[in-house]
């Protein structure tokens, strides 16, 4: 069992940058993928970036890449997501998701075990 608990999120201005964080409890961290989602109402969650359990690997959605980048601490069991030049349509809810489970398929929630809940990061314009 993994719980994870996102932190970081709060209101910006467009062009701005604001770190959020996830911390995990479980001893089973440092063997599993992580990931960041968001969401907006009305609408499904988003893949945003993914990490592989020694930070070896990253991968970012098209609208974030170059702007935003996802790190690991396995020592002391965060996963972090950097994003920076932020722009108003950035604003969503963000998940911290763990445990990918179906790696052809990452970039669907159902592809991950675990989930945060959420933290709301706002960007005005």
């Known amino acids: 069992q993994v719980q994870l608990v996102e932190s970081g999120g709060g209101l910006v201005q467009a062009g701005g940058s604001l770190r959020l964080s996830c911390a995990a409890s479980?001893?089973?961290?440092?063997?599993?993928?992580m990931g960041w989602f968001r969401q907006v109402p009305g609408k499904e969650r988003e893949f945003v970036a993914r990490?592989?359990?020694?930070?070896?690997?990253?991968y970012y959605s098209d609208s974030v890449k170059g702007r935003f980048t996802i790190s690991r601490d396995n020592a002391k069991n965060t996963v972090s997501l950097q994003m920076s030049t932020l722009k108003p349509e950035d604003t969503a809810v963000y998940y911290c998701?763990?445990?990918?489970?179906?790696?052809?398929?990452?970039?669907?929630?159902?592809?991950?075990?675990?989930w945060g809940q959420g933290t709301q990061v706002t960007v005005s314009s």
């Open positions: 998701a763990s445990n990918l489970v179906d790696g052809n398929n990452y970039y669907q929630p159902k592809a991950w075990h675990y």
């Open positions: 479980g001893r089973t961290f440092t063997t599993y993928t």
């Open positions: 990490i592989s359990w020694n930070g070896g690997s990253t």
